[in-house]
């Protein structure tokens, strides 16, 4: 008999035909909410999920007695228990590398969006604005030259710090729980602490994981080390930033602007403040939204759940004491 998947996410046809072959297709829309006698009904035969934004609760786990692995088409995976999947031997898979390079994409855009005002100017222009030629209220800020601190060095962080240093000549500074010394080889960057990397960055990055370390990491008392002509950036988690201290950074003039793909909450709710103001640039969370990356995600997710529940090692297992 075949193992079941449960699909929730956007796959495409020739994915689910692929993984059809090997599998029986379970697809669902919708929130897998444990209370719903439907979804009881496919949790309790489910071997595999697939999807993307899954919030995964122990009621749902409960639901699922043979679930042997959750392929998540994302690279964080804050939504998921990790440990108690663990501890009931369910593998976790994620998609990471494929969208490190659009991700990091998706960062300098902020950053020049930010600096240039190009967001804020190009509504400006299609308002029928532009009658005559600019002064300094216009004006942005140099990207070129400035010093870019990374807050969280991983894979994405580093590739935001490379488009930096080797494409707009930008010192780069980093706070990370280990050094990355070929990081530092190429691109000159230096690792410091958290607090001299505010002070001293004119761009702060953050590409941090949420986890419960990482939960509100920056708030008042580091938008207030910032320098005033800082632009602080979040492509990582609303969640790791204070959102209501960095309003209140914005408002102040603590700190100069924001570039923001990530919010506490998702979709930004349309009374939140970042929405009126001039000096925020805000992305629905498109990190990772183009189409050929969000092909490769979705390629490499199918991948993982075909080789767990096949027995063979997944590309991206997340949750590596599983196995043993
Ligand atoms: C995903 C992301 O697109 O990979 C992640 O962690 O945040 C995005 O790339 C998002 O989770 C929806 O799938």
Avoid at 205 to 224: M, N, R, S, W
Wanted: one cysteine or more; a negative charge.
């Amino acid at each position: 008999m075949k193992k079941s998947i449960i699909v929730t996410g956007r796959l495409g046809d020739p994915l689910k035909e692929t993984l059809a072959q090997h599998f029986e297709l379970i697809e669902h829309s919708g929130p897998l909410d444990p209370t719903q006698q439907d979804v009881l009904d496919i949790l309790s035969k489910a071997h595999g999920i697939i999807g993307s934004g899954l919030p995964i609760t122990p009621e749902l786990l409960d639901a699922a007695p043979a679930l042997e692995v959750i392929s998540t088409i994302s690279v964080g995976y804050d939504s998921i228990p990790v440990d108690e999947l663990t501890k009931r031997g369910i593998m976790l898979c994620n998609t990471p590398d494929v969208l490190t390079e659009t991700t990091a994409d998706t960062g300098f855009a902020l950053v020049m969006a930010s600096a240039r005002r190009v967001t804020e100017l190009a509504e400006w222009v299609k308002a029928g604005n532009w009658k005559a030629s600019l002064g300094p209220d216009h004006f942005g800020n140099d990207v070129h030259g400035k010093t870019l601190g990374m807050i969280g060095f991983g894979r994405i962080g580093q590739a935001v710090a490379r488009r930096g240093a080797l494409g707009f000549g930008m010192s780069i500074l980093y706070s990370n729980a280990s050094p990355k010394p070929e990081r530092e080889k190429e691109l000159g960057a230096k690792r410091c602490e958290l607090n001299e990397l505010l002070e001293k960055a004119d761009f702060v990055c953050v590409t941090v994981p949420l986890t419960a370390e990482t939960k509100h990491l920056i708030g008042a008392d580091e938008f207030a080390r910032m320098k005033s002509s800082g632009i602080f950036i979040n492509i990582a988690r609303g969640k790791v930033v204070d959102e209501s201290a960095l309003i209140d950074a914005l408002e102040k003039g603590t700190i100069k602007a924001a570039g923001l793909d990530v919010f506490e909450q998702e979709p930004l709710p349309a009374t939140s403040p970042l929405l009126n103001m001039a000096n925020v640039v805000a992305l629905p969370h498109i990190g990772s939204a183009t189409h050929e990356t969000r092909q490769a995600m979705a390629q490499r997710a199918v991948d993982n759940i075909r080789l767990a529940l096949q027995g063979k090692p997944p590309i991206n297992l997340v949750n590596e004491d599983v196995r043993q």
